[in-house]
């Protein structure tokens, strides 16, 4: 007998099927839905779609629907009807906002406002955890449409309570790795058991697991810390972060896999075209249907956790990392600043953290 497959197996089947453009089915109670994501959407995809029958609708973030003057009746979310007549270029249209200041007009835009909307909520969570745009097309399926084929079939509401839960990391190998601003450093790789992105930890000497850890939960930057980004102060935080563990003799910096404030390169560099449109940091991540912060600081909570820390002293200027680590036990016994990186390209950028989301700069 064949080994049917977990829910965690088929939430990442979901996801790679997602971002080829595969429907995947989603159900609640005895309501049957396919959904595919927009960004990967074909006009083959589509027609498909509508022979299968009507309902189509495009479920779009609370922020996005609030860009494009809809109405989002559900709260957190809009269903926008999709019109028969509209097409692929159109659902592109809605769903990703480069070319909202040259053809703002998509609409008028009718939104649903009647019955059950778990499904679409579990539609837009599994495109944010492809990282993709969130939006996503929603067909209901009727009686006659109940088979599935080979499509990865998942329940609305256990995929919202996986998401919702706190990722597992498991220590994979950790090896000695001298480097330009800590020679005594070590790196540990931690794979999540979701099956999600791995994360890591640089530990710097041999921190006293009874003392408070001189930590700093660092969110990956390929532009700042590879490229040498001049629009982010991240490159200059990391390395003064090495080299102050360094001094004081011993530290441990977690890497986080969670680019661009958790939405992925593709939806940061999305996002910084639009800040060449004159859009700030926040209001860019609002155009593209996601949250101010879509990072998880529980993961970093975890590794130190994990690592057999319990009490901090954390580098950081975002008293948020502080309250979420003070929140899953960890104590965090002194903000130290990391005030490093301002540069004459990231003034505004640095400007916006501060009034927009708190960072004590």
Request: net charge negative; charged share 25%.
């Given at each position: 007998?064949?080994?049917?497959l977990?829910?965690?197996e088929?939430?990442?089947?979901?996801?790679?099927?997602?971002?080829?453009?595969?429907?995947?089915?989603?159900?609640?109670g005895?309501?049957?839905?396919?959904?595919?994501?927009?960004?990967?959407?074909?006009p083959?995809?589509?027609?498909?779609?509508?022979?299968?029958?009507?309902?189509?609708?495009?479920?779009?973030?609370?922020?996005?629907?609030?860009?494009?003057?809809?109405?989002?009746?559900?709260?957190?979310?809009?269903?926008?009807?999709?019109?028969?007549?509209?097409?692929?270029?159109?659902?592109?249209?809605?769903?990703?906002?480069?070319?909202?200041?040259?053809?703002?007009?998509?609409?008028?835009?009718?939104?649903?406002?009647?019955?059950?909307?778990?499904?679409?909520r579990?539609?837009?969570?599994?495109?944010?955890?492809?990282?993709?745009?969130?939006?996503?097309?929603?067909?209901?399926?009727?009686?006659?449409?109940?088979?599935?084929?080979?499509?990865?079939?998942?329940?609305?509401?256990?995929v919202?309570?996986?998401?919702?839960?706190?990722t597992?990391?498991?220590?994979?190998?950790?090896?000695?790795?001298?480097?330009?601003?800590?020679?005594?450093?070590?790196?540990?790789?931690?794979?999540?058991?979701?099956?999600?992105?791995?994360?890591?930890?640089?530990?710097?000497?041999?921190?006293?697991?009874?003392?408070?850890?001189?930590?700093?939960?660092?969110?990956?930057?390929?532009?700042?810390?590879?490229?040498g980004?001049?629009?982010?102060?991240?490159?200059?935080?990391?390395?003064?972060?090495?080299?102050?563990?360094?001094?004081?003799?011993?530290?441990?910096?977690?890497?986080?896999?969670?680019?661009?404030?958790?939405?992925?390169?593709?939806?940061?560099?999305?996002?910084?075209?639009?800040?060449?449109?004159?859009?700030?940091?926040?209001?860019?991540?609002?155009?593209?249907?996601?949250?101010?912060?879509?990072?998880?600081?529980?993961?970093?909570?975890?590794?130190?956790?994990?690592?057999?820390?319990?009490?901090?002293r954390?580098?950081?200027?975002?008293?948020?990392?502080?309250?979420?680590?003070?929140?899953?036990?960890?104590?965090?016994?002194?903000?130290?600043?990391?005030?490093?990186?301002?540069?004459?390209?990231?003034?505004?950028?640095?400007?916006?953290?501060?009034?927009?989301s708190?960072?004590?700069?």
């Amino acid at each position: 007998m064949v080994p049917g497959l977990t829910l965690i197996e088929r939430l990442n089947r979901a996801r790679a099927d997602l971002r080829l453009g595969v429907p995947v089915v989603l159900t609640s109670g005895t309501e049957r839905a396919l959904t595919v994501a927009v960004e990967a959407v074909t006009p083959e995809r589509l027609a498909e779609l509508r022979v299968l029958g009507p309902g189509l609708v495009l479920a779009i973030t609370r922020h996005r629907a609030e860009t494009l003057r809809a109405r989002a009746y559900d709260g957190d979310l809009a269903r926008v009807v999709v019109p028969e007549d509209r097409g692929c270029g159109w659902l592109h249209a809605v769903a990703d906002p480069a070319d909202d200041l040259r053809h703002p007009m998509k609409g008028p835009l009718l939104s649903e406002r009647d019955g059950s909307v778990e499904v679409h909520r579990a539609a837009l969570a599994l495109a944010k955890s492809a990282q993709m745009l969130p939006a996503a097309l929603v067909l209901p399926l009727g009686e006659a449409a109940l088979g599935s084929g080979d499509l990865t079939v998942l329940d609305a509401a256990d995929v919202l309570d996986a998401f919702a839960r706190e990722t597992e990391l498991r220590p994979v190998i950790s090896a000695r790795l001298p480097m330009a601003e800590a020679q005594a450093g070590r790196v540990h790789v931690f794979r999540p058991r979701d099956g999600g992105v791995e994360h890591y930890a640089i530990e710097i000497g041999q921190p006293d697991r009874a003392a408070p850890v001189l930590a700093r939960l660092h969110s990956a930057c390929f532009t700042g810390d590879v490229l040498g980004s001049l629009k982010c102060d991240c490159g200059p935080q990391l390395q003064a972060a090495l080299a102050q563990m360094d001094e004081e003799g011993s530290g441990v910096l977690l890497y986080l896999n969670q680019e661009g404030r958790g939405i992925g390169l593709a939806n940061k560099m999305r996002a910084y075209s639009l800040q060449d449109q004159g859009f700030d940091t926040v209001e860019a991540n609002h155009r593209l249907g996601f949250e101010d912060d879509e990072r998880d600081f529980r993961i970093g909570a975890g590794l130190l956790r994990e690592m057999g820390f319990r009490r901090v002293r954390l580098l950081t200027n975002n008293p948020r990392k502080v309250e979420m680590l003070n929140a899953h036990g960890l104590e965090v016994i002194e903000r130290v600043p990391l005030q490093v990186g301002a540069t004459q390209e990231n003034q505004a950028y640095l400007a916006t953290k501060a009034a927009k989301s708190g960072h004590l700069l």
